[in-house]
């Protein structure tokens, strides 16, 4: 499994520390995307392989993260999550940008192509 499953301390040491900055500060040293799921949902069932495959796919420049909401209310609840799946899109220089919902691998490639990579 090439995606990382993220809790709420290591959102923190790795992502964004959302308890001592107050403006959003990326920590991560290539763009990132999260995926908010849950087990018993499923279109998250159906993203799941699909970021699987991108995240060996741009294992080198892009790290996807994975973050039960069930598990990870207080997550959950800093970025206002109230359907999933919910995908955040974070570029290394840019504000985060979050899109929920169940997209196709196409439209995730694009995003990571255009938003996250430049290209």
Do not use: H
Request: one cysteine or more; aromatic letters at 10%; charged letters at 30%.
């Amino acid at each position: 499994m090439s995606t990382v499953n993220l809790t709420a301390q290591k959102f923190r040491d790795e992502v964004f520390d959302y308890t001592t900055d107050k403006e959003w500060k990326f920590k991560g040293d290539k763009p990132a995307i999260i995926d908010f799921y849950a087990d018993w949902c499923g279109p998250c069932k159906m993203v799941a392989p699909i970021l699987e495959e991108l995240s060996t796919e741009y294992k080198d420049s892009v790290t996807i993260y994975k973050v039960d909401t069930e598990v990870e209310q207080e997550l959950s609840a800093i970025f206002g999550i109230r359907s999933i799946p919910s995908l955040l899109f974070i570029p290394m220089d840019k504000q985060p940008m979050m899109q929920a919902g169940a997209l196709p691998k196409p439209t995730l490639k694009k995003v990571i192509e255009e938003e996250l990579l430049g290209n």
